[in-house]
């Protein structure tokens, strides 16, 4: 945890940094492309930022009050910056429309190597992330960001390169719009997954049957009732669960409950559950 914390801590530094560049190097050369690329590394540095607040969260105590902690905090902050993020684009979306229609000269050697430092930063950002993508799920996850990120930021590159060579404008809104709709399916998931997690809805990629399949292989057919899968944030994932046990085997219920813990954890990723054992007969038997 603590060398996923440092790394974050440091990719986030380095977004941060040329997310500033981007944009006053996109005003200063007149470049649509770079001020579309600076909107996506703004949400990689959202991304970096949440992910580095949820470790953060994780290592505070929770408190009376708060029995979850501040997590769900990560969500509502995922909510109004992907808000911000897709006005911005769509502002540049618009723009670079009627530049399409009216090509305007841009300073294409500064664009180029302002292009290529964020290309530079965002390999930099990848290879010290790489190292830790077995160790946290939120590390896949801003990894993944900043390859996405990478890609956009070539796309930019050889926009510049073509312009240089060629002096096609119109290239440069092309890349505008292309990396536009890259942040538009981008936030479309973020406002997809932040709602899912505040209507408390499966967590995405769990499929109940399996989970019941899972459980009832450890405590018998049919054993498994009343289940309720749940996000707590976008890493912690809750369950809710009664399991009816024959009379003869209640002796066992205590084994039983941890080889479903246990099952549950490396099958599922879930490890705040709830498992309540009854025996046949109960209330919940003939559910």
Known sequence: MAHSKKALGLALAATVSILVVEVLGGLWTHSLALLSDSAHVFMDALSFGLTYLAIVFAEKPISDSRTFGLHRLEVFAALINGLTVFLIALVITAAAIRRL????????????????????????????????????????SAFLH???????????????????????????????????????????????????????????????????????????PGAARDLHIWSICSHIRSLSLHVVLPEARMKDQAAILAEINLSLERKFNIVHTTIQIEPEGGSLSHA
């Open 101 to 140: 229609h009216h090509p305007q000269p841009i300073h294409t050697l500064p664009m180029l190597s302002i292009a290529l430092l964020g290309l530079a930063v965002n390999l930099f950002v990848i290879w010290k992330l790489r190292p830790l993508l077995g160790e946290d799920v939120n590390v896949r």
């Open 146 to 220: 900043a390859l996405g990120d990478a890609l956009a930021s070539v796309a930019v590159v050889a926009g510049g390169v073509v312009i240089y060579f060629t002096g096609a404008w119109v290239v440069d809104p092309a890349m505008a719009i292309l990396v536009a709709a890259v942040i538009f399916v981008g936030v479309y998931g973020l406002f997809r997954d932040s709602v899912q997690i505040l209507l408390e809805g499966a967590p995405k990629g769990l499929e109940k049957d399996k989970i019941i399949a899972a459980v009832e292989d450890i405590a018998g």
